[in-house]
C-alpha cells in the first residue's frame, strides 16, 4: 500500500545532542512537509518542499534544518534540541499544490521526540 | 491572519446519536477544507474534504460548507465508540500549500 513512513518512531535524545528524523513516502507525491504537534495543539508547519523547492516558515528556529535528497525522503535535522523541542513531529505528503484535489495532505505515522 | 476556530470540547455524544462538529474560518479566499480524526498520540487521519457549498457524504460522515457564512460542520451518524478521538478542521486557499488548523474537538462516545 501507497503511503507515508517515519523513523523512528520514538526518539529519546539529550539536551544538545543533535537529532534526525527521516521520512519516506511511496505515493509519489510532489510536496512534503514537516509539522511539530505539542500536547492538545494543532499541528505547526516548520518547512515545505515542493519538489527540490525548500519554503522555510518564517517562525521556524534556526535550530531546525531539512533536506530532501530525492522525491521519496526527507529529513528534519534538529542540531541542539532543548527541553522545549520535545513534541511529535509528524511529516505529510501532497500530490501538488494549486489543484482542489492534489492539495490534500497525508500524514505519516509521528516520531514522538523526548529531550532528556 | 487566517483563523480556524473550533470548540475545543469535550463532546460528548451517545453511542448511535448523531456528533455535529462545527468550525468556522476568517479568511474569505479559503478554498479547501478538510476534516482530520486524530486519535490521542496517533496522527492525524484524512477523513474528509470538501471543496463547494453543501453536503458531501461518506459513508456514515458528512461534511457540510456554507462559504458565505464562512463555516464548515462534521456530522458523524450512528456514532461509534470508535470515534472517540480530537476532531482537526483544517482549510487551505487555493494555490497556498499551507493548511490552517484549527486547534481540534474532543469527541468521546458514551456506550
Known amino acids: 500500500d501507497a503511503m507515508v513512513i517515519q523513523n523512528p518512531r520514538y526518539q529519546v535524545t539529550q539536551f544538545g545532542k543533535p537529532v534526525t528524523l527521516s521520512c519516506s513516502q511511496t505515493?509519489?507525491?510532489?510536496?512534503m512537509y514537516w509539522y511539530q504537534q505539542k500536547s492538545s495543539q494543532a499541528p505547526k508547519l516548520l518547512f515545505h518542499?515542493?519538489?527540490?523547492?525548500?519554503?522555510n516558515e518564517a517562525d521556524t528556529p534556526d535550530n531546525f534544518q531539512s533536506r530532501r535528497p530525492n522525491t521519496s525522503f526527507c529529513f528534519l535535522d534538529i542540531r541542539s534540541p532543548g527541553l522545549g523541542d520535545a513534541a511529535m513531529y509528524l511529516c505529510?505528503?501532497?500530490?501538488?499544490?494549486?489543484?482542489?484535489?492534489?492539495?490534500?495532505?497525508?500524514f505519516g505515522p509521528g516520531t514522538r521526540l523526548t529531550v532528556l | 491572519q487566517k483563523e480556524v476556530e473550533q470548540n475545543s470540547g469535550p463532546l460528548s455524544v451517545p453511542e448511535g446519536a448523531i456528533a455535529s462538529l462545527n468550525c468556522t474560518y476568517s479568511?474569505?479566499?479559503?478554498?479547501?477544507f478538510f476534516w482530520y480524526r486524530q486519535y490521542s498520540g496517533k496522527s492525524p487521519e484524512l477523513i474528509m474534504s470538501?471543496?463547494?457549498?453543501g453536503d458531501k457524504e461518506d459513508g456514515r460522515f458528512t461534511a457540510q460548507l456554507n462559504k458565505a457564512s464562512q463555516y464548515v460542520s462534521l456530522l458523524i451518524r450512528d456514532s461509534q465508540p470508535s470515534d472517540s478521538a480530537t476532531y482537526l478542521c483544517?482549510?487551505?486557499?487555493?494555490?497556498?500549500?499551507?493548511?490552517?488548523f484549527g486547534t481540534g474537538t474532543r469527541l468521546t462516545i458514551i456506550p
Open positions: 505515493l509519489n507525491h510532489n510536496v
Open positions: 470538501i471543496y463547494s457549498n
Open positions: 505529510a505528503t501532497s500530490r501538488d499544490i494549486g489543484d482542489r484535489r492534489g492539495n490534500e495532505q497525508f
Open positions: 483544517a482549510v487551505i486557499d487555493f494555490g497556498n500549500e499551507k493548511l490552517t
Open positions: 479568511d474569505r479566499v479559503s478554498q479547501s
Open positions: 518542499y515542493y519538489d527540490k523547492d525548500f519554503n
